[in-house]
C-alpha cells in the first residue's frame, strides 16, 4: 500500500475549519463569529519555529488559525493543530508548550492547542508537559485526539463533514496492507458517507480530494478507475470542472515525471503556467505542490 500523504492535512484544515471547530466544540456557533471568516498564518508560523527546529524522524504538519469569538469584539484566539505522524524521538509535549509560549509572548492572545495523533501506537499518549525546579513547578495540559481511540460507527453517524475526514484517516490507520483493489472498496466507502452529509460544492470537492489522496493507489490507472467510478456515483457526466481539467493535465503531462529525471526548462515552464492557473481557481497550494512538484515558496510567489 502507498504511503501517506500527511501534508494534505494542511489543505483540509482550511477546506472545512468551520467544520472542524463544530466537530470539536459542541457550541461553536456560539462561541466563533464564523461570518468573519479565518486568518491562516502558515508563514507566521514559520518565522516563530523555522524548518531546521524540526526534529527529525517525526512526519507531523502544523497550522495557525486566527479566529475570531462572537462576543469578543476585535480579540481573537490563536489554534495550533498538529498532526503527529509517528512516535518519535522528540517529547511532544515539550514541543506543543514551545509552541504555546512563543505564540502567546509575541501575540498576548489565548492559545487553544491540539494534537491529532494518527500514529499507530497504542501506548503513545501524550497529555501534558510537566516541568519542576526548587519549588517552581509548571503543568501544560493540550487538547489530544487520537485516531485509535475513535469508533467507525460513531463518526459514520456524525454528521459533521469532518467526520468523513477522520475516518479517512482512521480507515488508512488500520487498512495498512490492503491492495489497491480493496483500497478502491474504501474509497467508495468514504465517498457515500461524504455524498449523504450533502455538503457545499467547495467543501465537496476539498474532502474528495482528500480521500482520493490521502492514500495513493499503487498503480495509477486504479485512480482513474476510481474517478470514473465516483463520476456514475454522484450521476455527473463525464464533463470536467477546471479543477479537475487542471489536475488531470499536470498528471498526464508527466510533470512529476519531469522533475524525478531532471526538469526540462519546457516542463519545469509548463509547470509554472499549470499552478498559476490553479492558484487563480483557488486550488489549495498543497495541491498544486502535489502535482505539479513546485516548491511552496515558487507557488507563493505566482
Request: charged share 35%.
Amino acid at each position: 500500500m502507498a504511503k501517506k500523504d500527511d501534508a494534505l492535512w494542511k489543505a483540509i484544515f482550511e477546506d472545512v475549519f468551520d467544520d472542524f471547530l463544530r466537530f470539536f466544540f459542541p457550541d461553536a456557533d456560539v462561541l466563533f463569529n464564523m461570518k468573519r471568516g479565518f486568518v491562516y498564518m502558515d508563514k507566521e508560523f514559520d518565522q516563530l519555529f523555522p524548518p531546521e527546529e524540526h526534529a527529525s524522524g517525526v512526519r507531523y504538519v502544523d497550522k495557525l488559525v486566527k479566529v475570531y469569538l462572537k462576543n469578543g469584539g476585535a480579540r481573537w484566539i490563536l489554534l495550533h493543530i498538529e498532526v503527529q505522524g509517528q512516535k518519535g524521538k522528540e517529547d511532544l509535549s515539550k514541543r506543543m508548550f514551545r509552541y504555546f509560549y512563543r505564540i502567546s509572548d509575541k501575540h498576548d492572545v489565548p492559545v487553544s492547542a491540539f494534537a491529532i495523533l494518527t500514529d499507530g501506537v497504542k501506548s503513545f499518549r501524550p497529555t501534558a508537559y510537566r516541568e519542576e525546579c526548587l519549588g517552581t513547578r509548571l503543568s501544560y495540559q493540550y487538547n489530544v485526539y487520537k485516531l485509535l481511540d475513535q469508533h467507525e460507527n460513531e463518526l459514520r453517524a456524525n454528521p459533521n463533514p469532518f467526520a468523513v475526514v477522520v475516518l479517512t484517516a482512521l480507515k488508512a490507520l488500520k487498512n495498512k496492507k490492503i491492495d489497491d483493489e480493496r483500497l478502491k472498496i474504501v474509497k467508495h466507502d468514504l465517498t457515500r458517507e461524504l455524498i449523504k452529509r450533502k455538503v457545499s460544492k467547495a467543501k465537496h470537492n476539498g474532502i474528495m480530494d482528500f480521500l482520493k489522496h490521502y492514500v495513493n493507489f499503487e498503480n495509477p490507472e486504479m485512480m482513474l478507475k476510481f474517478e470514473k467510478e465516483v463520476e456514475e456515483l454522484n450521476g455527473r457526466s463525464t464533463t470536467m470542472g477546471t479543477e479537475q481539467y487542471l489536475l488531470q493535465k499536470a498528471e498526464h503531462q508527466g510533470i512529476e515525471k519531469g522533475i524525478e529525471k531532471g526538469i526540462e526548462k519546457g516542463k519545469y515552464e509548463e509547470a509554472i503556467t499549470i499552478a498559476r492557473e490553479m492558484k487563480q481557481e483557488g486550488i489549495p497550494v498543497a495541491q498544486i505542490n502535489k502535482f505539479t512538484k513546485l516548491s511552496i515558496e515558487e507557488i507563493d510567489k505566482l
